[in-house]
């Protein structure tokens, strides 16, 4: 018999590709890729350093860099002092940053609905709540060393 841990496992690597691509063709709509989608999503909420954007969105602070500074070059982001560190300022959103940011946001939810047509909101609150209980037991799993952290 199969390990059905180990399937579902293969089966939410499989989504989270299939739901990669879909983002990069609907940043890709407003002349944009996912990554850049990602971050000006985290600092449209409020403004944050890059190390704090990226523990938010659980990448490397290097990495995060290197889309602010494109996001910033291309006026869709600026960085403005931070009262709580001089060295480490804050990114913010452009007025043009949460015009495209809305745009895509539009487009997405629009391939949301096409998506789900056929799936109960029943559904998909089940699956979230499947997810948010495995990730809770691998945090508590890595807490008590029983697996290395991740």
Do not use: C, Y
């Not at 944009?32 to 000006?40: F, G, K, V």
């Amino acid at each position: 018999m199969p390990d059905e841990m180990a399937l579902l496992v293969a089966d939410v690597f499989e989504a989270a590709g299939v739901l990669r691509r879909s983002g990069e063709a609907i940043a890709a709509t407003e002349g944009q890729t996912q990554a850049r989608w990602q971050l000006l999503s985290v600092v449209s909420e409020e403004p944050l350093t890059v190390a704090q954007a990226a523990r938010r969105l659980g990448i490397a602070r290097q990495g995060v860099q290197r889309v602010a500074n494109d996001l910033v070059r291309e006026d869709l982001a600026g960085f403005r002092p931070n009262p709580d560190h001089r060295g480490s300022p804050l990114l913010t959103l452009t007025p043009h940053g949460h015009h495209v940011l809305d745009k895509i946001t539009a487009r997405a939810a629009d391939v949301h609905r096409a998506l789900t047509a056929d799936i109960s909101t029943g559904e998909i609150t089940r699956a979230r709540t499947l997810l948010h209980r495995l990730i809770e037991q691998v945090h508590r799993h890595e807490a008590e060393g029983r697996i290395p952290p991740g």
